[in-house]
């Protein structure tokens, strides 16, 4: 029997209003598939209302289609839905059943109109859809992937839209789909799958884009959590400028997650361009409540800000505390500049480096040549040479760690390559020696504080905030110790590195005391180690200050969120007249008992007024275990290591 007989079998078996219920549940059970939910069992009724304004219960519904339909009120008007796919039709007794009728035929979630066609049993990993469409795969105590087994049935359009998403999350070409490979493979595992075009592919994407984005603002519009917002601009090879603009967020179950809301032309570098295209990318999105922006350190970028604080602040709920720290300057590129600073100290050393580097680097031969001098110094080193970029420091501590691997090969390629690395080399800056190479590997160690610090600051699925006051102070004492170096080139570079970290923090007016409040907030350190790192980092007058301005702004902040909650529980401390209660009507003699001696003795104690802020910071920490073990020297381990 073909799907058509077997859809218009079901057409003609369903009940009659003389019979109702048993040919339809007999339908579905001879369909063999899960039942959906089922629908009421007690039919709706009518009711009127009287001369007095009194609601009068009306006659039962009496047709079988209100087993699968239920009666709601929509804008005044009586309407019916269904209980299968939840669209409502109209369905007034008034109005008749038939467009009830009508609409069981076609609905898709009705049991009887399912597909009847043979489905196929796989085994799918169990996926967890998060409220904003982002899809992770769950795992369980043991770390294995769970999964099910469930009915499979191949379907076109599923397949287009789960090929436009690998497209996006694989950051594919469109013509990905028009490769001979692709289209072998896909003839081989699903021939019925029709490879769509890279123009339909093109619009697919578009579509899951168009999707995403309803998605989110839906969730934006209904979520009470603040989002932090980071931005940052660039100009294209074409001299053309753009901005990207990143908000990072808390859902409801506490998942952090990171969306780039925005990738956009902009007029210019300027703060206004700055400020005026976020504010149009918020308002396009309707998101108005930020917590900070996040930018670099940039004169513009201070204007735009100021321009956005403005706005905010017109905007109902758009910032906390006036916007006082909704200014975060990037704590990454505050650690670029202070490297780059101490790093001209040595420049002329890490340029000869660089030109070594880049000899090598310059042609295949060159190459090669190079790598027969690794063999014959038999350095085992799966290591590769890279070049340094200019504006990321990152990039040239990774180019001198490699290069010191490879020192003894370098030294050999100077005697075995006829001369010409020599004369190269000596019309730039001149060959790496041996006191270039000892200071640059006396620097390794010291940059490389900086360089897992930027990494863990640069981290976007996990919370940065109350890590950076932890780096802070760790690189102060580095800075601190480097300057009382007997060597003048490591103490004349740590100088330079202090006077550019001094810039940022010296002035405890222009920190942003968020970045305070977030280490309070870990339960591992609270105000304990807040303090403890103030008067570390400054000396009494400014640590007294910077100490009362951080506990300002944590009861202010606390303040802030305790008035807009709805519902405030009455505190047992509040004063009650219990003399002039009656505690006859209580049944219950226990409530009997505690009432008279509320009355008697309770009313004797004060009990303290104390906040849920307060409770936390008087709490003990949690204990916070340290790794002693990957320590080189154990008793060498500073003061600072006792805390974290």
């Not at 579509?207 to 839906?218: A, G, I, M, T």
């Not at 003894?408 to 005697?415: G, I, P, V």
């Not at 007997?486 to 100088?495: F, G, I, L, Q, W």
């Amino acid at each position: 029997m073909d799907d058509a007989t077997v859809e218009s079998a079901n057409i003609a078996n369903q009940p009659t209003e003389e019979e109702p219920l048993a040919s339809t549940a007999a339908n579905e059970e001879h369909a063999g598939i899960e039942k959906p939910p089922q629908p009421p069992k007690k039919r709706p009724s009518t009711t009127t209302s009287d001369a007095d304004g009194a609601e009068k219960k009306g006659k039962k519904k009496r047709s079988w289609l209100w087993d699968h339909f239920e009666l709601i009120v929509k804008d005044g008007d009586k309407r019916s839905k269904c209980v299968y796919c939840f669209v409502d039709v109209t369905g007034d007794s008034k109005k008749g059943t038939s467009a009830m009728k009508n609409h069981l035929e076609r609905c898709k979630e009705y049991p009887p109109n399912v597909s009847k066609s043979q489905m196929l049993l796989a085994f799918q990993s169990e996926q967890s859809q998060h409220p904003l469409g982002d899809v992770s795969v769950g795992d369980n105590a043991s770390g294995e992937k769970k999964g099910k087994l469930e009915f499979w049935k191949f379907r076109q359009e599923e397949g287009r839209k789960a090929f436009a998403k690998m497209i996006i999350m694989d950051e594919l070409p469109f013509r990905f789909a028009d490769r001979e490979g692709f289209r072998y493979f896909m003839s081989v595992v699903q021939p019925n799958y029709i490879i769509p075009s890279r123009f339909t592919v093109a619009r697919n994407c578009y579509r899951v884009f168009l999707d995403e984005k309803k998605k989110l603002k839906s969730y934006f519009s209904k979520c009470s959590s603040r989002i932090s917002l980071t931005t940052d601009t660039w100009t294209s090879c074409q001299n053309l400028s753009y901005m990207c603009l990143t908000a990072h967020f808390i859902d409801h179950n506490w998942n952090l997650h990171k969306k780039n809301l925005n990738f956009c032309p902009i007029s210019g570098h300027s703060g206004e361009a700055i400020g005026k295209g976020v504010e149009k990318c918020l308002l396009e999105w309707g998101t108005t409540k930020v917590m900070t922006i996040t930018v670099d350190n940039a004169s513009s970028n201070d204007v735009g800000v100021q321009y956005l604080r403005k706005r905010l602040l017109r905007w109902k709920d758009g910032t906390v505390l006036e916007g006082k720290f909704v200014h975060m300057r990037c704590a990454a590129h505050i650690l670029n500049l202070t490297v780059r600073e101490g790093l001209k100290e040595c420049d002329e050393s890490i340029k000869k480096i660089r030109n070594a580097v880049r000899f090598v680097r310059s042609s295949p031969a060159r190459l090669q040549k190079f790598r027969n001098c690794v063999n014959q110094e038999q350095i085992e080193s799966k290591r590769q040479l890279c070049l340094d970029v200019e504006t990321r420091w990152n990039s040239t501590y990774l180019m001198l760690e490699y290069a010191l691997i490879f020192h003894k090969a370098f030294d050999l390629l100077e005697n075995s390559d006829g001369g010409k690395y020599f004369l190269e080399l000596t019309k730039m800056s001149g060959v790496p020696t041996d006191m270039d190479w000892d200071r640059v590997a006396s620097l390794i160690p010291f940059l490389k504080i900086f360089y897992d610090a930027t990494l863990r600051l640069s981290g976007s699925l996990y919370a940065t905030t109350n890590v950076y006051l932890l780096e802070l102070v760790t690189i102060g004492k580095m800075i601190k110790k480097k300057c009382e170096s007997v060597d003048v080139k490591e103490r004349s570079m740590a100088n330079g590195m202090k006077k550019k970290h001094d810039k940022y923090w010296e002035n405890v007016d222009n920190i942003n005391l968020m970045l305070y409040v977030a280490v309070v907030l870990d339960p591992r350190r609270k105000m304990h180690y807040v303090k403890w790192a103030i008067n570390d980092q400054y000396d009494s007058d400014k640590a007294t200050q910077l100490y009362d301005m951080v506990m300002e702004t944590l009861t202010s902040l606390y303040e802030h969120y305790a008035a807009l909650q709805s519902q405030n529980v009455s505190s047992v401390s509040e004063n009650i007249d219990l003399a002039s209660k009656d505690f006859e009507h209580y049944n219950d003699w226990h409530d009997q008992a505690d009432f008279e001696f509320e009355r008697d003795i309770g009313g004797q104690t004060v009990f303290d007024k104390k906040t849920d802020l307060d409770k936390y910071l008087m709490d003990d920490r949690e204990p916070n275990i340290i790794e002693l073990s990957s320590l080189v020297d154990p008793p060498s381990v500073s003061v600072i290591d006792d805390y974290f």
